[in-house]
């Protein structure tokens, strides 16, 4: 199990608007969720909430360096990310019977890593816009540019919805950034230990993951119950943009037939 760094484990700053981490206890099934990359749970709070109000128990932490500042997030690594989901989804082994991991972008790279660890303790896995990769020149500069650049414009915001914000950092933090490819490599190594049931979303328009994110994942993992969903009228941050209620809608169904006990129940109930 990863080891947090002991500056990890301190907050520095305040935290922005809506980067609260969000719990709801439920009933026997549980959902953790992940988000991405400089994000926050603001990005999946309306998600949480969706899947709290059907019933489910849901944790949805705040990642250690997330929702205050960029120069904070430059002191933790994926380590201290992971152990982070890790102890909401050891939380919810102690009070549910079923829990199914959820991640948004490096959220997913996270779901798909305690998956990878946890196998049959991970009931799914439901994923949007899934980060396992980057193509652009500027990464492969990262081993000698973590030493000399503190930070690098982010790309934030990539919803096509009018008016939305994520609230994330418009920096990335390059020693963060550099970790994050790290963490990617370890997880692309080990897909094939990947066999519970997926729900991918994909952004058919996403700005931020290369497609082959998708197809990377999708041709390596050994499972055998996949389902892929384009979401057409989204970008990256789909979780706030127009295709929301469909990866609300779907994500509960998926939870749903993955425990069959809850079904024939009343629409809203589990």
Known sequence: ?????ARATMRLMPLLSGAEPFAADGGPVGAVLCHGF?????????????????????????????????????LTRWQDWYAAVERAFDELRERCDTVVVMGLSMGGTMAVRLAERRGA??????????SLLGERLALRALPIAKHVLPSVRGLGDDIKKPGVTEGGYDRWPVKALASLVELWALTRKDLGMVSQPLLVFR?????VVEPTNGTTLLRSVSSTDVEEV?????????????????????????????????????????
Not at 57 to 68: A, I, S, Y
Not at 121 to 130: F, M, P, S
Not at 203 to 207: E, G, L, N, R
């Open 121 to 130: 303790q991970v009931a799914g896995v439901v994923l949007v816009n899934v």
């Open 203 to 207: 952004s058919t328009v996403d700005h």
């Open 38 to 74: 400089t994000g926050s749970p603001r990005s999946m709070r309306p998600w949480a909430e969706h899947l709290a109000a059907a019933g489910l128990t849901v944790r949805l932490p705040l990642l250690p360096g997330h929702g205050t500042s960029w120069r904070e997030m430059s």
């Open 230 to 270: 384009l979401l057409n009228d989204s970008y990256h941050v789909a979780t706030l943009d127009n295709d929301a209620p469909v990866i609300f809608a779907r994500s509960l169904e998926f939870v749903r037939r993955l425990a069959p006990a809850t079904a024939g129940r009343p629409d809203g109930e589990v």
């Open 1 to 5: 199990m990863a080891t947090p760094t």
